[in-house]
């Protein structure tokens, strides 16, 4: 004992001294009165504060309430013994090292304390230096442990986190051995797949790749064995039971790695196990795949939109040409279709569109397109006509199938079309020609007042004496600033304060009043005086602006409407930031709308055009985004801030039938590309909470306010530019 002593002496003087912390408090339990004070006094000329109890019981007590560094125990107390207090301290989780004092009598009971728990014993009669040297070995003991212990926890919780990380990953990560076989796979398989770990461990990969792609799979790992430095990337299906499909896509990336083996050989790595995650991606191919279809349908009414029309009209022309066929090109309108709108309200018009594409359809015949033009317009495909006559008997086909009233819910109409028509190849000889004459055709019908059909006539390209009329007006009403501008605001989803005004112009005719911007932007966009209207707005805008901000009123943003005729314009850039300079507006408070068919035309034009302003700080808005030329990618090479969802979109939530999906998506795309959303034509609480769930950041419709008056807004902004919910 004497000798094991010594050397723990011997091999522990160094540290030991250093490693003594002076302001440690130690617990004597101790019923000797004489016994303990001496002890303390040893103590404190050690630089160690303690303190006595004098019976096991308060010793505890004091244990359990105060904090100490050690405690010195004796065996023999008067109330419990010596064991029963490291037993009753073990219980009670009490882990502050005990160094027992006792008796040479008392060897075996020494023992037994060390058993129980306490880490180092001391005879009596003490000599001084051991008891502190016992003192300091136990202290710096006690800090190891504590230090190992807490190393162990770190290293069982980043063991845990490592689980976690991998277990929660998106993505399936798996082993696969030299032989590629699946050795690990974590737990997202069973959600994406629908399969146990043991249906698959020690299974060859490829009996988790969807039949089909098989073979790939295994070229893939082939390949992947060739060279084992690089990381391999594929697509490949695999199978899922958790899918009505039977499959989901994913993107492999496959690479070589060495593990350790086993538990002994840190160094012994087995280089030949193929580390592998693989994500899915069927979500992504889904959007994609929407998207696609988006660019090529009319979402209201499930019918090809122009842009699939106008393909489908250049394969006919293609066969037409070649077998000398005549095709006819119906550009078709409602009557009164707008009174009727008003009529029905626009959820209700809406269903009633789609009826009028259903019975049109059943007029077709093999080989004709009916697509969705633009609101209560279609555009018609005859291939194989044989004379005029064939077209006309079209036309009263389609009125006959319109004879019978249209029913919505509690209302009814009657309908009746005219059509605009032009001939290939008598009109026309390409599809955009002929789609645009037939365009004219019907609206030189229109203006004559004269409905049902008519025949495109060179002529009819000319202006007509109304037109001029009407044209001539316009040019007056820019020179007299007949032009009001309106201002909805856009509200953030949230807190409903203002985040900024879209500028909506409106003319006050001198006779006939305030005339919406559907009546004459047409016209205007014809006569080719969009460009000058869109710089009035834009003039107006800025001067009003720069009043609100030296009056402190001013919406944090104010968004303009832009035609693509206008931002074709080879000086636009320039006029435009002439024009904000001239008013000393901030760039940054400007934001402007563009529709998406701007990016078919000239994209590079049109990304050297928004690039300049982008970087002088305007802002860049899509405008009824997802119903035109949808493509993800323009979203990614132009500079644009902001997605404007369109009316037709957050009206597809109250219809409960339908899943929303194309709404969800675009929300997820905006998301996915950080930009600002703005959802339209917000008009009912429940379009109001779908959007709040979904994640839109910024509202605008009736259900927050119309249009205001300049006054109307001003007032707002006065009084803090937000709205009350409810
Ligand atoms: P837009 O850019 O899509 O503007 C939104 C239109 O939706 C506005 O019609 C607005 O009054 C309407 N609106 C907003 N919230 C609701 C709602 O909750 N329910 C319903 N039913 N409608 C709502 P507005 O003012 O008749 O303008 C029509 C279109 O005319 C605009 O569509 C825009 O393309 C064009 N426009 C308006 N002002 C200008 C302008 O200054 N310059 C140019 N180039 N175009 C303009
Ligand atoms: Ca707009
Ligand atoms: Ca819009």
């Avoid at 160690?48 to 560094?69: K, P, R, W, Y």
């Avoid at 066969?319 to 078709?332: D, F, G, M, P, T």
């Avoid at 290939?424 to 002929?434: I, K, N, R, V, Y």
Wanted: glycine letters at 6%; aromatic letters at 8%; a negative charge.
């Amino acid at each position: 004992m004497t000798a094991w002593k010594a050397s723990r002496l011997a091999d522990t003087t160094g540290p030991l001294v250093e490693a003594q912390v002076t302001s440690r408090r130690l617990l004597i339990i101790e019923d000797d009165p004489g016994f303990a004070e001496s002890l303390r006094f040893l103590l404190s000329f050690n630089g160690f504060q303690s303190e006595i109890a004098e019976t096991g019981v308060s010793g505890l007590e004091m244990l359990a309430n105060g904090h100490f560094d050690l405690v010195l125990l004796d065996l023999r107390l008067p109330d419990i013994t010596g064991h029963d207090v490291i037993c009753s301290a073990c219980e009670r989780g009490i882990t502050t090292p005990i160094i027992v004092v006792s008796g040479e009598s008392e060897i075996d009971a020494a023992i037994l304390a060390l058993r129980l728990g306490a880490l180092d014993f001391v005879r009596k009669p003490i000599e001084p230096e051991l008891v502190i040297y016992a003192i300091n070995r136990a202290l710096v003991q006690n800090t190891l442990l504590l230090e190992n212990q807490s190393a162990q926890n770190q290293i069982n919780r980043s063991e845990r986190l490592h689980r976690f990380l991998i277990d929660a990953s998106p993505d399936i990560i798996f082993i696969l051995d030299q032989n590629g076989r699946v050795s690990f796979v974590n737990d997202r398989m069973k959600a994406l797949l629908g399969l146990e770990d043991k249906a698959v461990l020690g299974r060859h990969f490829s009996r988790l790749v969807y039949t089909h792609d098989r073979e790939r799979a295994r070229y893939a790992f082939s390949a992947q064995k060739l060279s084992e430095t690089a990381m391999h990337s594929f697509e490949l299906r695999l199978k899922s039971l958790a899918d009505i499909t039977g499959f989901r896509y994913f993107e492999v990336k496959l690479a070589v790695v060495g593990l350790p083996e086993g538990e002994s050989g840190e160094d012994e790595v087995n280089q030949d196990h193929y580390y592998g995650v693989a994500r899915d991606t069927t979500a992504r191919r889904e959007v994609e795949a929407l998207a696609h279809y988006q660019a090529n349908h009319d979402a209201l009414t499930g019918l090809p939109n122009r842009n699939l029309f106008r393909d489908h009209l250049a394969l006919a022309l293609i066969r037409a040409r070649r077998n000398s066929e005549q095709i006819a090109v119906l550009h078709l309108n409602l009557d009164r279709f707008k009174h009727i709108n008003d009529l029905f309200g626009h959820a209700k018009a809406d269903e009633l569109l789609r009826q009028v594409g259903e019975r049109i359809q059943r007029c077709l015949r093999g080989g004709d397109t009916l697509a969705r033009f633009v609101g209560d317009e279609f555009l018609l495909l005859n291939a194989f006509i044989g004379s005029e006559q064939d077209v006309l008997q079209i036309v009263d086909r389609i009125n006959q199938e319109f004879a019978a009233p249209f029913q919505v819910a509690d209302k009814s109409a009657h309908l009746s079309v005219s059509a605009g028509i032009a001939l290939f190849p008598t009109h026309g000889d390409s599809a955009d020609e002929l789609i645009r004459h037939a365009n004219i055709a019907l609206y030189h019908g229109r203006l004559s007042g004269h409905k049902g059909h008519s025949f495109f006539m060179p002529e009819m390209g000319q202006n007509t004496d109304q037109r001029l009329q009407l044209q001539s007006e316009l040019r007056q009403a820019i020179d007299q600033d007949q032009f009001v501008m309106f201002y909805q605001p856009q509200v953030g989803l949230r807190d409903r304060c203002i985040r900024g005004v879209e500028a909506l112009i409106r003319w006050n005719h001198p006779q006939r009043g305030l005339l919406q911007p559907g009546d004459f932007l047409q016209l205007a966009e014809e006569a080719d005086l969009i460009g000058s209207l869109d710089e009035w707005v834009t003039r107006d805008v800025c001067k009003t602006m720069r009043e609100w901000q030296r009056e402190g009123i001013a919406p944090p943003r104010v968004a303009i409407n832009i035609s693509p005729h206008h931002l074709e314009e080879n000086d636009f850039v320039t006029k435009f930031i002439a024009l904000l300079t001239e008013y000393d507006i901030n760039p940054a408070v400007i934001e402007i709308e563009l529709t998406e068919n701007l990016f078919i035309r000239d994209p590079s034009m049109v990304a050297r055009k928004l690039q300049t302003l982008a970087a002088h700080g305007v802002m860049i808005a899509i405008d009824d985004f997802g119903t035109q030329y949808s493509s993800l990618s323009y979203l990614q090479k132009f500079p644009i801030h902001t997605l404007k969802i369109d009316k037709s979109f957050v009206w597809e939530i109250d219809r409960e039938y339908r899943q929303h999906a194309i709404i969800k998506a675009i929300i997820s795309i905006a998301h996915g590309l950080e930009l600002n959303l703005v959802a339209e034509g917000v008009e009912t609480d429940e379009q109001f909470r779908f959007l709040e769930i979904h994640g839109c950041n910024e509202i605008q419709g009736y259900l927050i306010s119309k249009p205001l008056q300049r006054e109307q807004l001003e007032n707002l902004m006065r009084q803090g530019g937000r709205f009350q919910s409810d």
